[in-house]
């Protein structure tokens, strides 16, 4: 598997931007799908963001459209999250996955590789 470390939350104040990175290592970071999920307490990890291969193709929960954005360098081994307009309800822990399967990336599913997680508040 690959492993994933992530970095870049904090505590940050509903209308500020923060962005998210994931890098990889261990094996070939361009033949991952990757994604963002998130956890929020008493809540089960949703999907927030995944990118392709090339970074050609993104998905987003509903959510999160307008306001964040996925994007990876491939050179870099890394996976970003920019997000803009941040909201109290974004409040979570946030994870990287990276899968074979770009199916498997709608769900948290247990085949996926998963970073330690990187908090991230909002406050109102």
């Known amino acids: 598997q690959v492993q994933l470390v992530e970095s870049g939350g904090g505590l940050v104040q509903a209308g500020d931007s923060v962005r998210l990175s994931c890098t990889a290592s261990?094996?070939?970071?361009?033949?991952?799908?990757m994604g963002w999920f998130r956890q929020a307490p008493g809540k089960e990890r949703e999907l927030v963001a995944r990118?392709?291969?090339?970074?050609?193709?993104?998905d987003y929960a509903d959510s999160v459209k307008g306001r964040f954005t996925i994007s990876r360098d491939n050179a870099k081994n890394t996976v970003y999250l920019q997000m803009n307009s941040l909201k109290p309800e974004d409040t979570a822990v946030y994870y990287c996955?990276?899968?074979?399967?770009?199916?498997?990336?709608?769900?948290?599913?247990?085949?996926?590789?998963w970073g330690q997680g990187t908090q991230v508040t909002v406050s109102s």
């Open positions: 990118v392709s291969r090339s970074g050609a193709t993104t």
């Open positions: 261990g094996r070939t970071f361009s033949n991952y799908y």
């Open positions: 996955a990276a899968d074979l399967s770009w199916l498997n990336l709608l769900s948290a599913s247990a085949g996926a590789s």
